[in-house]
């Protein structure tokens, strides 16, 4: 029997090479062991979809009474990645309990909240998620529907985030803001953009005819004009002041195109502002956001409204103009938030076949969005005023590539003087088109494939075969 030469020198090197591929095996398992167990996983999309942002860890760390997130879904049949995200707001705060609602076998659980809800939900379907703050009973639900929006211009964006973080600001607020939009006067219809920020401000939206309605009270509401048609009755006009006099606030839309109103101008007039009817023609490249010269990027102001926008564009096509007027009361501060530059002008004729300048056309610089505050010793009367709906059309502009939604956000938490911080914004994903290879692409990556690694390979092998030959 022949012993075995433990100095054999490939023996040794052959012992190591097999120490270290069972180290690596173990290594290898040990790891899996504790990432199984961690459930440890990687957010590794450039848009972090299934990260929640910092600004809703800020919301949630101030979360101080028992809050109940129920998800109404079957046993066994849970949608993961929205249990993973719901997940991670339990880890973040020890006051939010996640719990989980069989349907079929609680099939009156959800509609309990349904008949008490002034939400604009007509059923409640799987997979709806119910927020309760078990202090209060103040409760929000959020359809599947409010998971996942998409958009023709930039296609399928999560918002489960948004609806969370949203619905646990709505039931931690004591207050509820309403947003009343006036009907009757041939008003443009209200974006889903638009309607979108009143949602994320937990702002409940309800529709006001001024002819046969009274204004409500001004403490917790706000009134939307949204680009008039027709004109008001000179009663509508003495109810809205009214209601702004009691320390009201409103949004004002102007477009190029509105005719002119003469009571609707009456109630501008009354707040030092006119409605300059044109459209605004940029000539300052550097304030233009496009090759046409009325797709603005119009230079910002110094207000409250501006100070959370950061370096988000804003961008503003089709924008008409807002003259201030001289016979401004002294308790009145007009506030420039968005204009042109110097060398633009405001073209008087909207159906014109040129943006060259023309007789009657008024020079720049144009005020295109403004802030009124009327101080009195016991009211504080707030109107913010945008001289364009374009701006939030999603036919006329891609406006989740803009901070446009951001502007009219930070707008509402000054006008209601509150932190509009859960506002968060929809997540896109990066959607990549795959181009197709040219033959020539396609042959060199033949080549590399089936001649160049190959050869790489025995080039490899020949030389360690040649080295461990003198070993």
């Not at 030469?5 to 097999?18: Q, V």
């Not at 309760?132 to 959020?142: A, R």
Request: with cysteine.
């Amino acid at each position: 029997m022949s012993k075995v030469n433990l100095k054999d020198k490939h023996l040794r090197y052959g012992g190591y090479g097999a120490l270290l591929t069972l180290l690596v095996i173990a290594i290898t398992i040990v790891l899996n062991i504790i990432v199984t167990n961690l459930n440890l996983k990687i957010d590794a999309t450039s848009e972090k979809l299934y990260s929640l942002c910092d600004t809703t860890k800020e919301v949630v760390a101030t979360i101080n009474e028992p809050v109940n997130i129920y998800v109404l879904e079957e046993t066994g049949m849970e949608t993961d990645w929205i249990q993973e995200v719901l997940m991670k707001y339990t880890d973040l705060n020890s006051n939010l309990n996640l719990i989980y609602k069989d349907p079929v076998l609680y099939p009156a659980f959800g509609s309990s909240y349904l008949e008490r809800s002034n939400q604009n939900i007509s059923s409640i379907n799987n997979t709806t998620v119910i927020i309760e703050n078990t202090l209060t009973g103040k409760f929000k639900i959020i359809p599947p529907s409010d998971f996942v929006s998409v958009s023709e211009s930039s296609g399928p964006s999560l918002t489960l985030e948004n609806s969370i973080t949203n619905g646990l600001g709505y039931v931690m607020n004591e207050n509820d803001g309403l947003i009343y939009y006036t009907t009757g006067h041939n008003e443009v219809s209200l974006p889903e953009s638009l309607t979108n920020c009143f949602n994320r401000a937990n702002l409940t939206m309800q529709s006001i005819n001024l002819l046969t309605e009274e204004m409500p009270d001004p403490e917790q509401s706000a009134l939307v004009i949204y680009s008039p048609h027709s004109d008001f009755t000179k009663d509508e006009v003495t109810k809205v002041i009214d209601f702004l006099s009691r320390g009201g606030k409103a949004m004002i839309f102007l477009d190029y195109d509105m005719p002119e109103l003469t009571h609707f101008n009456e109630l501008l007039n009354y707040y030092s502002i006119r409605h300059q009817i044109g459209v605004a023609v940029e000539t300052n490249t550097g304030n233009i956001a496009s090759t046409s010269p009325i797709d603005l990027l119009p230079a910002q102001g110094n207000h409250d409204i501006l100070d959370t926008m950061g370096d988000l564009p804003i961008i503003v096509p089709g924008a008409s103009g807002i003259e201030k007027l001289s016979n401004s009361r002294t308790t009145i501060t007009l506030t420039p938030l968005l204009g042109t530059s110097n060398n633009a002008f405001l073209k008087r004729n909207t159906h014109g076949s040129t943006y060259e300048k023309e007789e009657g056309d008024i020079d720049g610089p144009i005020v295109i969005s403004c802030a009124i505050e009327e101080k009195t010793s016991s009211t504080d009367t707030k109107l913010f005023v945008m001289a364009s709906t374009n701006f939030l059309n999603d036919n006329k502009i891609n406006v989740s590539a803009t901070g446009n939604t951001t502007y009219i956000n930070s707008s509402l938490g000054w006008l209601f003087s509150l932190d509009t911080q859960y506002a968060i914004e929809a997540k896109t994903e990066d959607v990549y088109t795959i181009r197709a290879l040219s033959s020539f692409e396609t042959l060199m990556i033949e080549i590399l494939v089936m001649a160049i690694i190959p050869l790489i390979v025995v080039i490899l092998g020949i030389t360690v075969w040649i080295k461990r030959r003198h070993l």
